[in-house]
């Protein structure tokens, strides 16, 4: 199918690598020109030269932490008319909730909360002046089924994604859709580290852990991000217009729900 949004812009935040990488690729596929960032410059160059050289669009790298003002101010200079924002960041580090003092709870609730607000704000007029606009915050299956360890995830994605069901009502009559996709576990760097820290807390190899995770998920694996990606790309199609204010969890089938 094609996705009708060859020469757009879109403007991947924390893309260097995992699932923002693939909603970049997936993006890149549909010949869509993208402002892609990270902090590390090194491995957010190499993956716009991969993804310039395979797919032939337009790919500019803007190195920086999307969490402060300068952050987000560079990836909006570079992509001051965005059609397509995928707000994406690190997630906050696992715990328990007695060790986390007001400015750890201030971090994660401004880097998975405030920061992609901010970064709507400061595209969502423009894409309802130009009638056309895609929005998706990669949040988390936590927002669903809650993580004990990831209480700081649980609760700052939960508030965007309150703030963004109403929001995303708001905008569709403009063409302007808002969504989030909630990732379950996914092979990336991330959830390496986590199973790592998991590990270590039951006295298990990393290995050993991820067995017992991929043979308890009804899939019998973790998902790509091939497929995350290629989910974001439908949410961001130009078919896609009549699909606002949605959690859309790819989890593999873990959550045990009916709906
Ligand atoms: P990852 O493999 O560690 O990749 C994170 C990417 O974001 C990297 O490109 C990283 O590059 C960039 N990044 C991190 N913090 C940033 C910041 N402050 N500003 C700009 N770029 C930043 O992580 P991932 O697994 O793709 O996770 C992405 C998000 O999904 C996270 O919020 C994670 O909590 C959430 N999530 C992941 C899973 C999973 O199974 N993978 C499940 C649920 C939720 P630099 O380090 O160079 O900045």
Known sequence: MDLGIRGRTALVCAASKGLGKGCAVALAREGVNLVIT???????????????????VKVDAVSGDITTPQGREAALKAAPAADILVNNAGGPPPGDFREWDRDT??????????????MIR??????????????????SGAVKAPIPELGLSNGART??????AGLSRTTVRHNVTVNNLLPGPFETDRLRSNL??????????????????????PAGRFGTIEEFGDACAY?????????????????????????
């Open 38 to 56: 990270a902090r590390g410059k090194e491995e957010l160059e190499k993956t716009a030269e991969e993804i310039r050289r395979t797919y032939k």
């Open 105 to 118: 709870w201030v971090k994660a609730v401004d880097a998975n909360m405030i920061t992609p607000i901010l």
């Open 122 to 139: 400061a595209v969502v007029d423009g894409m309802i002046a130009r009638k056309f606009g895609r929005i998706v915050n990669i949040t």
């Open 159 to 164: 508030g965007l994604t309150g703030f963004i």
């Open 196 to 217: 790592e820290f998991n590990a270590k807390k039951l006295g298990k190899t990393a290995a050993e852990l991820r067995k017992v995770r991929t043979d308890a998920n």
């Open 235 to 259: 949410l961001c199609s130009a078919q896609a217009g009549f699909v606002t204010g949605q959690n859309f969890l790819m989890d593999g089938g873990a959550y045990p729900g009916t709906f």
